[in-house]
């Protein structure tokens, strides 16, 4: 039987604010929740200061070990607003005002409350392709593997709805959660640890939570293969059917 088809891409979050605190980021669980979907595997994601040269080390990084990046943050109207100088640089392009994005930006606004601020998101490098913002006007745009989208998540969402259309997808994820419910971690670990060297083609994870003063676990399998996603949970159910029988003999 054929493997499933990978793709794979890493995410970049762009901004002090996120750094310090001050902003809670929303938009890397949604990216990652999105994507997985669609069959593309977030494997990896940063998030780095507005230093120009840290985006550009990180971009630099991630665009060859992944079929796409998608960056958040930092494409607004301020001079704290640097992601795009930052690809241009990474990509060893000019970057300047697009026509294009001038010609939208007259939609929405006069010629004269076309301030300089504003102006300044029409700054798109070279060869790159729009993204559209359904939102605010001012587009993300795509250059080579690099999705460059907005910080703010109503406004970054609808960017990623449009930005999916020209990705290439794979096989999607297959998630099966298995309710282990009191039985401990520190039981079933070495036998879920058995469990999961026997079935290689799946990834198997447990989650525990804290509620209402008791401890409870989650048993996640993931995988792109229906058959080998259903052993394995099988096999979880079974070991944990095997713990439930040993509790009532006591």
Same mark, same amino acid.
């Given at each position: 039987?054929?493997?499933?088809?990978?793709?794979?891409?890493? !995410?970049?979050?762009?901004?002090?604010?996120?750094?310090?605190?001050?902003?809670?980021?929303?938009?890397?669980?949604?990216?990652?929740?999105?994507?997985?979907?669609?069959?593309?595997? @977030?494997?990896?994601?940063? @998030?780095?200061?507005?230093?120009e040269e840290e985006i550009v080390a990180a971009i630099n990084?991630?665009?060859?070990?992944? %079929?796409?990046?998608?960056?958040?943050?930092?494409?607004?109207?301020?001079?704290?607003?640097?992601?795009?100088?930052?690809?241009?640089?990474?990509?060893?392009?000019?970057?300047?005002?697009?026509?294009?994005?001038?010609?939208?930006?007259? +939609?929405?606004?006069?010629?004269?409350?076309?301030?300089?601020?504003?102006?300044?998101?029409?700054?798109?490098?070279?060869?790159?392709?729009?993204?559209?913002?359904?939102?605010?006007?001012?587009?993300?745009?795509?250059?080579?593997? @690099?999705? !460059?989208?907005?910080?703010?998540p109503a406004v970054m969402q609808a960017m990623l709805d449009?930005? @999916?259309?020209?990705?290439?997808?794979?096989?999607?994820?297959?998630?099966?959660?298995?309710?282990?419910?009191?039985?401990?971690e520190g039981r079933y670990g070495d036998p879920l640890g058995?469990?999961?060297?026997?079935?290689?083609? !799946?990834?198997?994870?447990?989650?525990?939570?804290?509620?209402?003063?008791?401890?409870?676990? +989650?048993?996640?399998?993931?995988?792109? %293969?229906?058959?080998?996603?259903?052993?394995?949970?099988?096999? !979880?159910?079974?070991?944990?059917?095997?713990?439930?029988?040993?509790?009532?003999?006591?």
């Open positions: 039987m054929d493997k499933p088809t990978t793709v794979t891409a890493a !995410v970049l979050v762009i901004g002090d604010e996120i750094l310090s605190g001050r902003t809670k980021d929303r938009n890397l669980g949604y990216i990652a929740e999105y994507l997985t979907k669609i069959g593309v595997d @977030v494997k990896e994601a940063r @998030v780095v200061p507005d230093i990084a991630l665009r060859p070990r992944y %079929d796409y990046v998608v960056t958040t943050g930092g494409i607004g109207p301020t001079h704290d607003d640097i992601t795009a100088d930052a690809v241009a640089r990474a990509f060893g392009v000019p970057i300047g005002e697009d026509p294009r994005v001038i010609a939208a930006m007259l +939609q929405r606004y006069a010629t004269g409350d076309l301030t300089p601020a504003r102006r300044r998101m029409a700054r798109i490098p070279a060869t790159a392709e729009l993204i559209e913002n359904p939102v605010s006007i001012a587009p993300g745009f795509r250059i080579g593997n @690099v999705y !460059v989208m907005a910080g703010v449009f930005a @999916v259309k020209s990705m290439k997808t794979g096989a999607a994820m297959r998630v099966e959660t298995i309710e282990a419910g009191g039985v401990p058995a469990i999961a060297a026997a079935n290689p083609d !799946v990834s198997i994870g447990s989650y525990p939570s804290y509620k209402d003063g008791r401890f409870n676990n +989650q048993i996640v399998v993931r995988g792109k %293969d229906e058959r080998a996603v259903a052993a394995a949970k099988a096999a !979880v159910e079974a070991m944990l059917a095997e713990f439930s029988r040993d509790a009532a003999a006591r």
